[in-house]
């Protein structure tokens, strides 16, 4: 029952911090969204241990760290799908701001041309 206890205190100080990351932006919040979620559902299963034994009988797995398992790698899944989303849309607004840059000093050099800077 200590370990419950132990393990408790830090999901709440992960979530105190994180709440404190996103108050100073050093963390957008819908990044943190996905983090809150799955911390307060762990935050949950610690408090309620039973309720993983039910959730895993519910759909049909034999042992409840195979439920935590499964849980795990779907979480993972979707967050490295979510990074590759946002990592492509970085990607083509970086393509696209290069692409003004490159207009841009263009247009500058032809300007100063014109003026005899």
Request: with cysteine; aromatic share 8%.
């Amino acid at each position: 029952m200590k370990i419950n206890i132990i393990i408790a205190v830090c999901l709440v100080i992960v979530i105190l911090g994180s709440i404190r990351s996103v108050k100073r932006r050093d963390l957008d919040l819908k990044y943190a969204l996905t983090w809150f979620v799955s911390l307060i559902c762990m935050l949950i299963i610690d408090i309620f241990p039973g309720f993983l034994r039910q959730l895993s009988d519910l759909v049909g797995i034999d042992l409840p760290i195979n439920m935590v398992f499964f849980v795990g790698i779907c979480f993972c899944l979707l967050l490295i799908f979510g990074m590759t989303v946002t990592i492509s849309k970085q990607a083509e607004k970086e393509k696209r701001l290069t692409q003004e840059l490159a207009l841009l000093k263009k247009r500058v050099e032809q300007l100063e041309e014109g003026k005899g800077y």
